[in-house]
């Protein structure tokens, strides 16, 4: 069974607007989630992390992810979106004691 | 400078040509692990390992090899590719476990004709 699942795998907004990138997990998972960043041509970056500590995750660059159990739900997010953002991001669970399961990907396209 | 690298960045084999694609960390960290991409279907872990001599099977292990002879280095080996092979395949590292950061390489793009 999936562990994370990303919805949409490709999204699309104007410069300045909000991103909204959605994850759900399996409730069978652990609490550790994740949300990665892959710029054209690289490796992953991590963007945040949750580990029970606290529900809304600030990250780098602006994003923030909140933990919703209710929804089993990690969406990430950031308030106005620009250039540098285009990229492809995946969300991720630790499904084991040492095993990382990704999300397919969503593919952000800032449009100016 | 912290950093993973990976090489070749790039191959071109042919099936049943054994090959060996080498990672390396300067970060001193336990945890290094392979992954490959594959469009649709995002990143698959391949195998893991925790440290010197302690190696485990990630989510799709078939066909491929591992070792960790030294904490810096985890080389992926192929021992007979096939093109169901052919992908993108980043080496990541971390302290600890997956539960840390992990600090991916540039990755390695694999064709098997």
């Known amino acids: 069974a999936q562990s994370v699942t990303q ?29 990665y960043v892959q710029y054209p041509n690289q490796g992953l970056q991590l963007l945040l992390k949750y580990t029970s500590a606290a529900t809304l995750v600030k990250g780098i660059n602006g994003f923030e992810a909140e933990f919703k159990k ?3 739900s990690f969406h990430l997010t950031k308030p106005s979106a620009h ?3 285009a990229a492809e991001y995946f969300c991720a669970a630790l ?3 040492n095993n990382l399961f990704f999300g397919t990907g969503t593919r952000l396209t800032v449009i100016p | 400078e912290a950093q993973v690298t990976q090489n070749p960045r790039y191959l071109i084999t042919v099936t049943g040509k054994k090959l060996t694609v080498t990672c390396s960390q300067n970060m ?3 945890y290094m692990s392979w992954y490959r991409q594959d469009p649709g279907l995002g990143l698959r872990q391949i195998y893991y390992s925790m440290n010197v001599e302690v190696t485990d099977k990630g989510d799709v292990p078939e066909g491929y090899k591992v070792s960790r002879k030294e904490k810096r280095n985890f080389p992926l080996i192929l021992e007979s590719p096939s093109p169901n092979q052919t992908s993108l395949y980043f080496c990541a ?4 476990g997956a539960w840390e950061t992990q600090y991916f390489g540039p990755g390695t793009r694999l064709l098997v004709l």
């Not at chain 1, 759900?24 to 652990?30: G, T």
């Open chain 1, 7 to 35: 919805l949409g795998s490709h999204v699309s907004v104007s410069e300045g607007a909000l991103v909204l990138l959605r994850c759900n997990y399996s409730s069978s998972v652990p609490p550790y989630l994740f949300w």
């Open chain 1, 70 to 72: 209710s929804e089993t």
């Open chain 1, 83 to 85: 250039m540098s953002d």
């Open chain 1, 95 to 97: 499904t084991g004691a």
């Open chain 2, 28 to 30: 001193n960290h336990e």
């Open chain 2, 93 to 96: 590292s971390g302290r600890g």
